[in-house]
């Protein structure tokens, strides 16, 4: 038998035991890798902009000091993106020549009063609509009879994505992918996926497959719209800021990949 002040003494000893393993436990914190945090940041900001629950000024700011810090995060990626660029741009959607997918043979690209920061402006179309044939708008190719592949323009990092877009969202773009290219510290926009087949955090290669086209958004979903894959590119500025480039003249230029090509 235990003597009584033998067992209060252990009894006493047990419960210090269970509180110090219970200050270590609240004293844990996970560790997160300081890239994944500004991409899931990332994603946030872009859907309060999109809902209107941010200012316009406080965006700004938010997003200015996400891409400094992107510039600097993503430095273990410049040798693979140069090496990416010495081979030259690829069109967008598989199978298709950039003279006859391109809509209006450039003209459709409005850059005027763009504002990535305020959602209810939406006079500009800084961005290049690039057409499949779908006489019936039902978002397959009318030859191949298959949804369209997107491909990557360029190599970069998957920042955002959005595949659950339903018919009821005003979202105009419907299901998107962002990605953010460090050498040429630029983002480009892909609009109206089908399907998306890349993940946040993801590093794609020029060429390759981003998801299927559709018809995702609150305006692409019409009739009266014909199927196309929306890409815009933003050069983000030594302040930080995005800035519409025209990519006419590069598109007209890339690399086309073909149907049977990997």
């Known amino acids: 038998m235990i003597p009584l002040n033998g067992a209060w003494h252990f009894i006493m000893l047990f419960i210090a035991m269970l509180q110090q393993g219970s200050l270590l436990r609240k004293e844990y914190v996970p560790v997160i890798d300081p890239l994944e945090l500004n991409i899931q940041k990332f994603q946030t900001l872009y859907q309060n902009i999109g809902d209107s629950t941010i200012t316009p000024d406080s ?46 043979r450039g003209r459709g690209y409005r850059p005027k ?17 690039l057409f499949i044939r779908d006489r019936d708008n039902d978002g397959i190719d009318d030859v191949m009879c298959i949804h369209v592949d997107i491909l990557a323009y360029t190599s970069g990092l998957v920042l955002g994505i959005r595949e659950d877009w339903t018919s009821a969202s005003q979202w105009r773009g419907g299901n998107y992918v962002w990605i953010y290219n460090p050498c040429l510290n630029a983002l480009m926009y892909y609009a109206h996926f089908h399907t ?67």
């Open 59 to 104: 965006a700004e700011a938010a997003f200015k000091a996400l891409f400094l810090d992107f510039k600097e995060l993503t430095q273990t990626q410049l040798a693979n993106c140069e090496e990416d660029l010495k081979k030259g741009y690829v069109f967008p959607v598989r199978g298709y020549s950039p003279r006859l997918s391109i809509g209006g």
């Open 113 to 129: 009063d763009f504002n990535f920061f305020d959602s209810r402006i939406r006079k500009s179309h800084p961005a290049h609509d």
């Open 196 to 262: 998306v087949d890349v993940k946040p955090g993801q590093w794609v290669k020029a060429g390759d497959i981003l998801g299927k086209m559709g018809r995702t958004g609150f305006n692409a979903q019409q009739p009266r719209s014909t199927t196309h894959l929306h890409f815009m590119y933003l050069n983000i500025t030594k302040e930080g800021l995005p800035e519409p480039v025209n990519t006419y003249t590069q598109l007209l230029n890339s690399r086309v990949i073909d149907w049977w090509e990997d």
